[in-house]
C-alpha cells in the first residue's frame, strides 16, 4: 500500500467525543484552468494527496478534469486523523474532501481499519480486549461520523487476508479475534447510515486461496446480518499479469451474486523500464469493460493522479497520466470503456 508523505502540523484544537481534534489543513483551492471532467457512465475516481495537491498545479489540474471521484490516499488512515488517542486531526482529510465535493466528485472513505499505518499507541501496546474494542468502536464511529453525509462509501476493513487465505495476526485478530471485521462495519453503520461500506483487499482479483477466503467472508458476514454493502478489489497490478476482461468480469461475478456491489478501488499497472504504453492501456482497458459490463460494478478508481507522485514511483509509470498530467493510451482506454 501507500507510504505516508504528510507531515502533521498543530492547529486549533476542539472537543469530539471526549478527544481533542486538531485542524491543521488549510483549504486546497481548486483549479481555475481546469477543463470539465468527463460525462461518463460509471465513476472513475483517483487517489489524492494533499502535498502534491497543494504544491503541483499539474497534478491538481489532472485530477479535475479527468476524474469524478476522489479518494484521499493516505489522509483518512488511523496514524494521520488519530495520532494520539486523546486527539483527533482531521484537517488534511477535510482539505480533501472538500476540496473534491467543490469540485462535484464523489468521496470515497479510506480506510477505517487497517492494520499498517497505524500510531504506536494502538500497533505497541498490550491490550484487553474490552478496551481494544472499545478504542476501535470509538475510532470508526468518530472517524465516520466527522465525515457523514459527504463520503458515499467507505473501505471499513483493509487488507484482512493472508496471500493464503488466512486472516492476518494483527494487533485487532489477536486481541479481538475475526469477529473484529463485523464489530467495526456494524459500528460504521450506526455513525453513517446512508454511507456503502466496503470489505477492501489486494491480490483478490486473481483466482486462488485469498479470492476463496473473501467471498466465504463476505457470504458470512452477509448471513449474519452485517451491514456489508460491497467489496473492493485493489487491483495493483503490471502490465504481464494484469488480468483480462473476462476473468475480472468472473471475479466480479462472485461477489455480485451475493447481492453485494464491487468496485475497483486501487487500480495501478506498473512498467517495466522501456516498455511500450501499449500493454498498459490494454490492461486498463479491460479493467473499466469489466466494470461497465457488471451492474453491481460501481466505479473504478486509479491509485493516484500522474506517475511523478505514485506511491510505487514515477520510474513505474504506472498512471494513466505522465508526471506532467498529460494523458496516456491508458487514459482514453478507461473513458472509451465507461
Known sequence: MVPLRLAAAVGLGLLLGGC??????????????????????RPLGAAVSARPAREDRDYLRAFASNFTSMTPENEMKWAIVHPDRDRYAFGEADALVDLGRGLGKRVRGHTLVWDLQLPKWVSERDWEAPELRRVLVDHVKTVASHFRGRVAQWDVVNEPFLPSGRLKKNVFSR???????????????????????????????HPGPKQDALVRLAAS??????????????SHTTAESAPGA?????????FA????????????????????LGPQARAYGAAARACAAEPRCTGLTVWGVTDRWSWI?????PL???????????????????
Open 20 to 41: 481533542a481534534a486538531e485542524d491543521e489543513g488549510d483549504p486546497i483551492l481548486p483549479p481555475k484552468d481546469a477543463a470539465a471532467p468527463p460525462r461518463l457512465a
Open 175 to 205: 486481541v479481538l479475534g475475526p469477529g473484529y471485521i463485523a464489530l467495526a462495519f456494524r459500528a460504521a453503520r450506526s455513525a453513517d447510515p446512508r454511507a456503502k461500506l466496503f470489505l477492501n483487499e489486494n491480490y483478490s482479483e
Open 221 to 234: 458476514l452477509r448471513r449474519r446480518g452485517v451491514p456489508l454493502d460491497g467489496v473492493g478489489l485493489q
Open 246 to 254: 473476462a476473468r475480472l468480469a468472473r471475479t466480479m461475478r462472485r
Open 257 to 276: 451474486r451475493l447481492g453485494l456491489d464491487v468496485e475497483i478501488t486501487e487500480l495501478d499497472v506498473a512498467l517495466a523500464r522501456g516498455a511500450s
Open 313 to 317: 514511483g514515477a520510474d513505474k509509470r
Open 320 to 338: 494513466p497520466l505522465d508526471g506532467r498530467g498529460r494523458p496516456k493510451p491508458a487514459l482514453g482506454a478507461l473513458k472509451d470503456a465507461f
